[in-house]
């Protein structure tokens, strides 16, 4: 059993900052790298932000790109996700997910295998 564990939400002014946590446990599993993606209220589910393991590499939306951050440890398949100067807009609950098959594709939430249960991240204006 694989399970993805986030922490960090909570309610924040507009101008504030978050930092979200995502760690896994459970049997060893081997990742490409690991991601965000958050679900507004009425809203599908969307990407935020990705980082792979190989390289380095990390993907933004364009809405939160020099906003957000995304960092990550690899052998402890723990992500980080820190957002700088939210927005109302940016109210949702994010998940972390972590990426097993080998793909291109890293905005996409059926290229990722585990998921963690959410956390809520609420920005007043």
């Known amino acids: 059993q694989v399970q993805l564990v986030e922490s960090g939400g909570g309610l924040v002014q507009a101008g504030g900052s978050l930092r979200l946590s995502c760690a896994g446990s459970?049997?060893?599993?081997?990742?490409?790298?690991m991601g965000w993606f958050r679900q507004a209220p009425g809203k599908e589910r969307e990407f935020v932000a990705a980082?792979?393991?190989?390289?380095?590499?990390?993907y933004y939306r364009d809405s939160v790109k020099g906003r957000f951050t995304i960092s990550g440890d690899n052998p402890k398949n723990t992500v980080y996700l820190q957002m700088n100067n939210l927005k109302p807009e940016d109210t949702a609950v994010y998940y972390c997910a972590a990426k097993g098959r080998r793909t291109i594709v890293w905005d996409r939430d059926y290229e990722y295998d585990f998921w963690g249960q959410g956390t809520q991240v609420s920005v007043s204006s």
């Open positions: 459970g049997r060893t599993f081997s990742t490409q790298g």
């Open positions: 980082i792979r393991w190989s390289g380095g590499s990390q």
